[in-house]
């Protein structure tokens, strides 16, 4: 049964819209805010029987929008739980939604129900908005578009209409309003109309009187799924304000320029590969569509959504100046006089998507941890060493195709090497990022926008096989919030730390030294840096010492304690001595302080370390032969280049 029509939201609907034409959006946005506060609440609708797409359906939960400047991402609604549902209930309300999912669209702004319903239920698409400005670079190639913001040229021209020109089973296209801009949308027809598997759509389905409902409601979603969202934004977007109004942690950021943003965004992001489940909320002018469109293609298997200027208000970017019409909720007519919003429900929507990824059930029918991810991300940490080391060790990692990207710590005061620099001796494979994030010894593990789950982290003096990595990774994945690396301590209150003792019998440890290579997952990045370490990362940097020592208790406090070891061969890893020439290594300036803040850190925390002993405890690690120190360079290398190392396995 369809939930009961609020005739009072319906009627003060239809007056906000008429003041909002007459006194603004402000004045809007301050009755609303007045008008929720006294609303009765409205009777929860349980499970769904009766999903209908038509007008008449629910429209007391078509949320106008309160208006552009007023945050609407209610910390009560985003907090409140989803009803959760016994299994048969999930049955009865993921199967609806699923048939919303498949419907097909050209239904104008009611199309918003497909599409919350795909993220809804974790199904994969491509939807890229096709509006006036697009259609203006996909039919001429002098020019301005994208508020004056971007040139026409041939060369965007010819890619804008290849987009225009996909035709993919899963991929939108959403094309201009015919009661908004009938001459564009009749070039535009003309361009798709020999497409078999793309859908049309509205270019405004995620706007005008969907704004409220639709902004809501997708991250609403994405947040009950607990989905890795990517965002692309421009480089003046402020995208950590974006986090803070909605909650939600981007897994990764990419950036565009502010103004002509193509081709160099373009061509810069193309070959970026998404893992499977993975969504990417693009915000990103002409240049996102662009992407959009090319990253579907290759890689249909992660969703992709260009937003234009959806998230403009909190990104801090300027609107256009139709931004009245975009964000205050004004239900724009769209294919007909009455195609002014959706209809749509969320309430199904919300319980589907906690139904498919907040149950065992769920897991199992979505596969559980179906979104592996196939490479790593190494962090090496570097202190004015000589460049010959610095380039060894990015050749030696560019050639491991288990390695996604690699990204160098600088600290202030090294001028041994820059990103310039980098680009010129990087071999193909993987990337190189320079990082650069003060002189601040804790900040070898400042959390970033890392674009694979699994971390490996690693000082430039020590080199590892791919063999190595590859062994570790296999390790890892089983226990994905665990540490697992080749190097343990065992570390007691009052006692020095002791470097033989791990490599002996009975090979007691109770943490792994993350700085001489370790994964871990990225999440611990950004718990190292939370606030109740603050006073700890300050000890640290003032002492200069003992960054590992604290991320192995953060690594047990807020992750798995398990020491989870794997032994190496004898060719797998590999130190030199010659890295510091002429500086005398961090361990020799400042060794003497790292008791001192081992002691800091039991009295500051106590003792969350667990100790193993032993080989072969279970599944606590990969070990069939003893743990070893790195090898010396020279002997790694006697009978041939790194690339040759002999594996263990």
């Given at each position: 049964m369809a939930a009961p029509i609020d005739h009072a939201a319906v009627l003060l609907a239809a007056v906000l819209t008429l003041l909002t034409l007459l006194a603004g959006p402000a004045l809007v946005s301050a009755l609303w805010g007045a008008y929720r506060g006294v609303r009765p609440k409205m009777p929860a609708s349980g499970v769904a029987t009766d999903i209908s797409r038509s007008f008449a359906t629910n429209i007391s939960r078509s949320y106008v929008s309160p208006g552009y400047?007023?945050?609407?991402?209610?910390?009560?609604?985003?907090?409140?739980?989803?009803?959760?549902?016994?299994?048969?209930?999930?049955?009865?309300?993921v199967a609806p939604v699923r048939s919303l999912a498949d419907q097909p669209t050209g239904n104008g702004m009611d199309d918003l129900t497909v599409f919350l319903a795909r993220v809804a239920l974790g199904l994969p698409f491509g939807m890229v908005r096709f509006n006036d400005g697009e259609i203006i670079a996909a039919r001429k190639s002098e020019g301005l578009t994208d508020r004056n913001q971007q040139h026409l040229s041939p060369e965007l021209q010819r890619l804008?209409?290849?987009?225009?020109?996909?035709?993919?089973?899963?991929?939108?296209?959403?094309?201009?309003?015919?009661?908004?801009?009938?001459?564009?949308?009749?070039?535009?027809?003309?361009?798709?109309?020999?497409?078999?598997?793309?859908?049309?759509?509205?270019?405004?389905?995620?706007?005008?009187?969907?704004?409220?409902?639709?902004?809501?409601?997708?991250?609403?979603?994405?947040?009950i799924r607990r989905a890795r969202v990517y965002i692309v934004a421009s480089e003046a977007a402020n995208v950590t304000r974006l986090e803070a109004a909605t909650g939600l942690q981007f897994t990764g950021v990419l950036r565009v320029p502010a103004a002509?943003?193509?081709?160099?965004?373009?061509?810069?992001?193309?070959?970026?590969?998404?893992?499977?489940?993975?969504?990417?909320?693009?915000?990103?002018?002409?240049?996102?569509?662009?992407?959009?469109?090319?990253?579907?293609?290759?890689?249909?298997?992660a969703t992709y959504i260009e937003l234009g200027s959806y998230f403009d208000e909190h990104l801090g970017t300027t609107p256009a100046a139709s931004a009245p019409k975009?964000?205050?909720?004004?239900?724009?007519?769209?294919?007909?006089?009455?195609?002014?919003?959706?209809?749509?429900?969320?309430?199904?929507?919300?319980?589907?998507?906690?139904?498919?990824?907040?149950?065992?059930?769920?897991?199992?029918?979505?596969g559980g941890e179906r979104h592996r991810p196939e490479k790593i991300t190494v962090v090496v940490s570097s202190y004015k060493s000589n460049r010959l080391c610095l380039k060894q060790q990015i050749h030696n990692f560019q050639q491991c195709d288990i390695v996604h990207s690699i990204r160098l710590n600088r600290f202030d005061g090294d001028t041994t090497f820059d990103q310039v620099w980098v680009d010129s001796v990087s071999r193909p494979g993987a990337p190189v990022i320079v990082d650069d994030f003060g002189d601040k010894i804790t900040n070898r593990f400042h959390p970033r926008d890392f674009m694979t789950r699994a971390v490996f982290s690693?000082?430039?003096?020590?080199?590892?096989?791919?063999?190595?990595?590859?062994?570790?990774?296999?390790?890892?994945?089983?226990?994905?919030?665990?540490?697992?690396?080749?190097?343990?301590?065992?570390?007691?209150?009052?006692?020095?730390?002791?470097?033989?003792?791990?490599?002996?019998?009975?090979?007691?440890?109770?943490?792994?030294?993350?700085?001489?290579?370790?994964?871990?997952?990225r999440r611990t990045f950004s718990r190292f840096f939370a606030p109740r370490y603050a006073a700890l990362r300050n000890f640290v940097d003032k002492s200069f010492a003992g960054e590992d020592f604290l991320m192995g208790f953060v690594q047990a406090l807020e992750g798995d304690p398990v020491v989870r070891l794997v032994c190496l061969g004898g060719k797998e890893a590999c130190h030199t001595t010659t890295c510091h020439k002429g500086i005398e290594s961090l361990g020799s300036r400042t060794g003497s302080h790292r008791t001192?803040?081992?002691?800091?850190?039991?009295?500051?925390?106590?003792?969350?370390?667990n100790t193993t002993t032993g080989l072969q405890g279970g599944d606590t690690g990969v070990c069939r032969s003893k743990p070893r120190k790195p090898t010396n360079y020279g002997q790694c290398t006697a009978s041939g280049a790194i690339a040759q190392f002999v594996p263990a396995w």
């Open positions: 400047g007023h945050d609407f991402y209610h910390a009560s609604e985003a907090a409140a739980p989803v009803e959760q549902l016994s299994p048969a209930e999930c049955g009865a309300v804008m209409m290849d987009a225009m020109k996909l035709d993919r089973p899963g991929f939108y296209a959403g094309l201009p309003c015919n009661k908004e801009y009938p001459n564009s949308r009749k070039w535009a027809n003309s361009l798709v109309d020999g497409h078999v598997s793309t859908k049309i759509t509205s270019a405004t389905v995620w706007y005008n009187g969907n704004y409220g409902l639709s902004r809501r409601f997708l991250v609403r979603l994405l947040k002509e943003s193509f081709p160099a965004g373009f061509w810069k992001h193309q070959d970026v590969a998404f893992g499977e489940g993975a969504v990417v909320l693009v915000c990103a002018g002409p240049t996102g569509r662009l992407l959009t469109a090319h990253w579907f293609d290759r890689n249909p298997s975009y964000y205050s909720g004004i239900a724009t007519p769209c294919e007909t006089d009455g195609d002014l919003r959706a209809a749509t429900d969320p309430v199904p929507m919300e319980q589907a998507a906690w139904c498919v990824f907040g149950t065992e059930q769920g897991n199992s029918i979505t690693v000082d430039v003096d020590t080199m590892y096989s791919c063999a190595a990595l590859h062994a570790a990774f296999s390790e890892w994945v089983k226990h994905p919030f665990s540490a697992v690396g080749f190097h343990p301590r065992h570390l007691e209150r009052g006692k020095q730390e002791n470097w033989d003792l791990s490599y002996s019998p009975p090979y007691k440890r109770n943490m792994l030294l993350v700085t001489k290579g370790a994964l871990q997952h001192e803040v081992l002691s800091f850190l039991f009295e500051a925390l106590g003792n969350p370390l």
